[in-house]
């Protein structure tokens, strides 16, 4: 009878986690004024590869958020699927050969979100749950879901 109890209880435990993990996702996103209406992930991994993507005449942006080192591994893994010594070599290599420029690195949420607003071209990827608190951002896609 204990034990029976035991393994209820474990598994309300085990599918409450699972329903809260479930909640993780990364998404891409623009500035809710932004003319950018998709994004092809081949597009989204050129685009932080400092490859050029453009939209009419307007050459995409991309934010690296780095609030977060969780958000960062996931963005390494599922984005570009390279480790950061594999990205950051590859991203030297755009600047010193082709002189594309870095993608800009922003180490807040806040400022993440500031420069979105502040430029209708420029593209970031954030945890899915920092974007609903914000009107002024539009979610083009899932990249990652837990």
Not at 62 to 74: E, R, T, Y
Not at 121 to 133: D, F, H, I, N, T
Request: aromatic fraction near 8%.
């Amino acid at each position: 009878m204990k034990f029976a109890r035991f393994a209820l209880f474990a598994s309300l435990l085990a599918g409450s986690g699972a329903l809260h993990a479930a909640d993780r996702q990364v998404v891409l996103v623009v500035s809710a004024d932004s003319p950018v209406q998709q994004l092809e992930q081949i597009e989204v991994k050129k685009l932080f590869l400092s490859w050029p993507v453009t939209r009419g005449n307007h050459t995409l942006r991309p934010i690296c958020n780095a609030s977060d080192s969780a958000l960062n591994d996931v963005f390494l893994q599922y984005v570009v699927a390279m480790s950061q010594s594999a990205y950051d070599r590859r991203i030297l290599s755009q600047v010193l050969q082709h002189g594309r420029p870095r993608p800009l690195e922003l180490t807040s949420s806040a400022a993440t979100i500031k420069m979105l607003t502040d430029d209708p071209y420029a593209v970031s990827y954030m945890w899915l749950k920092e974007v609903p608190a914000n009107p002024r951002l539009r979610v083009l896609r899932v990249l990652w879901a837990e």
